[in-house]
């Protein structure tokens, strides 16, 4: 199965999701689409850009900021819409290139000092 990537700030979260015939049809596919948070971020500007994995059937997807996100960020600028996902080839470009990266432990794996 082919998938998508993408990059999400932190304070922000996944709204409604497109994919070929339009919005997403739990419904009619059965399932909710699939997208995973991988355990890797990216630094930029002091902002930190989590990478998510979506699968291919997906061509877009909206992105709101959460209820704990600045209250003037939500102001400004309400909702963002991704237009176009990113290849496995542009995510490790773009990880490559970014001022820094983290690749923090899973919440279930303990820190060894």
């Known amino acids: 199965m082919a998938v998508k990537y993408f990059f999400l700030?932190?304070?922000w979260t996944v709204g409604r999701?497109?994919?070929?015939g339009g919005l997403w049809n739990?419904?009619?596919w059965r399932r909710e689409p699939e997208i995973?948070?991988?355990n890797l971020c990216i630094v930029e500007q002091g902002e930190k850009l989590w990478l998510y994995r979506v699968e291919d059937a997906v061509l877009m997807?909206?992105?709101?900021?959460?209820p704990?996100?600045?209250p003037e960020s939500a102001k400004t600028i309400g909702q963002v819409v991704l237009k176009r996902l990113i290849t496995a080839d542009q995510a490790i470009e773009r990880l490559a290139t970014a001022q820094a990266w983290?690749?923090?432990p899973f919440k279930d794996e303990g820190?060894?000092?």
Not at 61 to 66: A, G, H, L, Q, W
């Open 36 to 38: 995973e948070r991988m």
């Open 26 to 28: 739990a419904n009619a």
């Open 17 to 20: 999701v497109w994919e070929f």
């Open 111 to 113: 820190v060894r000092g």
């Open 68 to 70: 704990a996100a600045s």
């Open 61 to 66: 997807v909206e992105v709101n900021p959460t």
């Open 102 to 104: 983290l690749n923090p």
């Open 9 to 11: 700030s932190d304070g």
